[in-house]
């Protein structure tokens, strides 16, 4: 019989809730092994809290609401000064009296909780989530592909507007300091310009290309979908020093960019998605990717490999060091990338090109 403790940290995303489903679910029926949720993450740890988890507990009707529900029940934490609370968090694990710990989380809360695991020689399995899609050695993290879903619909809805207006419409994404969000959705979305972090613009490249869509291909509207952490090139900034992503790079600049290039002609609109992008029900394939994730948790569980982070390679679950991903995370889009030139060839301003 094995005790096993299961916590969601760092931001939510859709499909956490998936992970919990599949992990107590194998452990109850495959190894009769028991699972307590942690509720916030290390905030719980410290508190030495735990939930009761059953593959019977949440029926509704028969319906099991953990599949489609976005979010996570157990909640999470995104910040905090966890390290300076680190031998209460050690002795309270210790308390708790868990043979091994699930943890689903980003770069950063994996990070915390991993130098947490090998201080307190804990039994860790990571399972990587975040919307930016930016953690290291997997194609997949859980809650990218409904956040990327989220705002391709964003893209058809403002497209309508956009064309009855002739307008241009900004869509700004998120993604830290990754693109991957704004690239996928761009491409996806039928984005006439896509400004991610990892391609630095030029304001005169980003104005010329659409008035090259108005005058060549007789387009007057434009969707430009721009990533929170894209900066134009530095010789397009007036005070370059001062020219922090948040100030440059965001919907609000560019539009400014575009009135003074156009001599206000193009009308703007600037739509900043925010947090729209981290709720919502998840997709099918966040459902499959969390459901294989979680059981794989139990299942490397009972094999003993431990420090371990499941990660999707070449269309299957495999694991890997979790330092391994640590040392490489985040991991940016690489600009020689197939999506990159497939951008291009589609006709779509990725960045001045070299
Ligand atoms: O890492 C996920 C993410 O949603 C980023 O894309 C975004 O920059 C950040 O978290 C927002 O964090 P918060 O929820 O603390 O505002």
Known sequence: ?????????????????????????????????EVVGIPYATQGLLER????????????????PLLNMGGTVLGSVNKG???????????????LGLDALIAVGGDGSLKIIHQLATLGNWKLVGIPKTIDN??????????????????????????????????????EV???????????????GGADVILIPELPYTIKGLCEHLSQLRERWRRKFAIIVVAEGASPCSEDVDNAASCSTA????????????????????????????????????SALDRLTATV??????????????????????GQVVHVPIHNVLDQSPSLVDPHSYLIATAQSLGIYVGDRK
């Not at 960019?257 to 998840?282: E, F, K």
């Open 1 to 33: 019989h094995k005790r096993i403790g299961i916590l969601t940290s760092g931001g939510d995303c859709p499909g956490l809730n998936c992970v919990i489903r599949a992990a107590v679910s194998h452990a109850n029926l495959t190894y009769n092994w």
């Open 49 to 64: 809290q735990t939930v009761p988890l059953s593959m019977h507990g949440w029926d509704l009707r028969g319906i099991d």
């Open 81 to 95: 000064d966890t390290l300076a609370h680190a031998d209460d968090i050690l002795a309270s694990y210790e308390a």
């Open 134 to 171: 930016d953690v290291a050695f997997t194609e997949r993290s859980i809650g990218f592909d409904t956040a990327i879903n989220t705002i391709v619909d964003a893209i058809n809805r403002l497209t309508f507007t956009a064309a009855s207006h002739d307008r241009v419409m900004i869509v």
């Open 174 to 188: 998120m993604g830290r300091t990754a693109g991957h969000l704004a690239l996928h959705s761009g491409i996806a």
């Open 247 to 282: 100030k440059c790079g965001r919907g609000q600049y560019i539009a400014e960019q575009i009135a003074n290039c156009s001599n206000n002609q193009l009308d703007t609109r600037v739509s900043v998605l925010g947090h729209i992008q981290r709720g919502g029900i998840p």
């Open 293 to 314: 994730f979680g059981k794989t948790a139990v299942d490397l569980i009972a094999q003993e490999k431990y420090d371990q982070m499941l990660s999707w390679q070449n």
